[in-house]
């Protein structure tokens, strides 16, 4: 049997047997490729800061098949935790709960917390249920870069540096999972994605806040993160034009990223990339475009602004961090 038209059932076998053995394995999830170890192995653990070039205090996710595996891990689980686990897993949503007293400080970032999720991708599943245990991994890109959501960019990212990629394809959602603390009294959300806290608060019953800045805890949160290497810059709609005729020689080549046909300016040195007007798609394409014009040789990306609505609020987000100055 194939998984995605692209993973065989050997392919499984030998990313579990590397993950097993202290390897790292790069892996698809629905919402960006992971850079996986065993979540029980110190030295494995250490080996992915190190391919990514992260600080070590900045704690993993640790990824799993199933919800019985969820007491191996965390304790103190709440039924509200529960009922967010039930109405969103396997899917695109991470819980930070109480950690289990054995859990790895490398994991935790020597927290008391540990962040924990169940992705649906086929082949992430696959992988979890043939290892058989928890698999730690950040997004499978170089700190403060873009996440990547093809094995091409995992392995423009990090290649030589990791023992295997699994190519699940695209990943569906495109942007990383939504994190809620569920550790503390009250709900927070630490980073948002395309699971809304409108969703959330109406699976609980009750609003959701959502942190502003809490950088200690969430590195997604640093200023400068999730970033193109290009300047990028965020643009209202009704400034492209302005911003357009005050672009000189030395701005040239520029690339405009819209989401409107009418903002499309026809000028020498200027590209235009068409962005979908749905979120769920924008937010598929996003990565992916940004790192095909990375590659380029742009002197600058200017992107429209996307709508002030909380179906755009993660992606929102991104762009924010994407077009943060640079110290
Ligand atoms: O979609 C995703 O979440 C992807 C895929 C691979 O699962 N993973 C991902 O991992 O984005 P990473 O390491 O790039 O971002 C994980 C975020 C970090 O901001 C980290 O600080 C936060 O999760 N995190 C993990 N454990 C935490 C904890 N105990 N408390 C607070 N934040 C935590
Ligand atoms: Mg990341």
Redesign the pocket.
């Known amino acids: 049997m194939l998984m995605n038209n692209m993973i065989s059932p050997l392919d499984i076998t030998k990313a579990s047997d590397l993950l097993r053995r202290g390897g790292l394995v790069a892996f698809p ?1 629905e ?5 996986g170890g065993d979540a029980t192995n110190e030295a494995a653990l250490r080996k992915i800061f190190m391919a990514k070039e ?1 600080p070590f205090d ?4 640790v ?1 799993l098949a199933d919800i019985n595996q969820l007491s191996d891990w965390a304790r103190d689980v709440s039924s509200d935790a529960l009922k967010l686990a039930k109405a969103c897993w396997p899917g ?1 949503l ?1 819980m ?2 109480k ?1 289990q007293p054995g859990v790895l400080d490398v ?3 020597g ?1 008391d ?3 924990i ?1 169940i ?1 649906r991708h086929a082949a992430a599943q696959a992988l979890l249920r043939e290892f058989g245990g928890g698999i730690a ?5 170089r700190f403060t870069r873009i ?1 990547p959501t093809t094995a091409l960019a995992v392995k423009e990212e990090l290649g030589n540096r990791i023992d295997f990629i699994l190519d699940g394809g695209h990943c569906e ?1 495109g ?3 939504t ?1 809620i ?1 569920m ?1 503390r009294d009250e709900p927070v959300i ?2 948002p ?1 395309m699971i809304t806290p409108a969703f959330l608060a109406n699976v609980l019953g009750k609003p959701i806040a959502v942190a502003s800045n ?1 950088p200690v ?5 640093h200023h400068l993160h999730y970033a193109p290497r290009t300047k990028t810059q965020l643009v209202a709609i009704d400034a492209i034009a302005d911003v357009l005729h005050q672009l000189t020689p030395e701005d040239l080549p520029t690339v405009f990223v819209v989401r409107s046909d009418d903002a499309m300016l026809h000028t020498q040195h200027v590209h235009w990339v068409k962005m979908p007007q749905d979120p769920i798609q924008y937010a598929h394409d996003l990565y992916r475009t940004l790192r095909s014009l990375d590659g380029e040789h742009f002197k600058s990306i200017i992107i429209e602004e996307v709508p002030n609505t909380p179906e755009w609020d993660a992606i929102r987000d991104r762009l924010a961090k994407a077009s943060a100055p640079r110290s």
């Open positions: 999830t919402t960006v490729y992971g850079l992260r900045h704690p993993l996710i990824h695109p991470t930070v709960l950690k994991v935790t970032g927290q917390t540990i962040g999720r992705p991994a950040p997004s499978a890109n996440s959602v942007l990383e999972s994190i603390d550790s630490l980073r994605g809490e805890r969430s590195p997604g949160m």
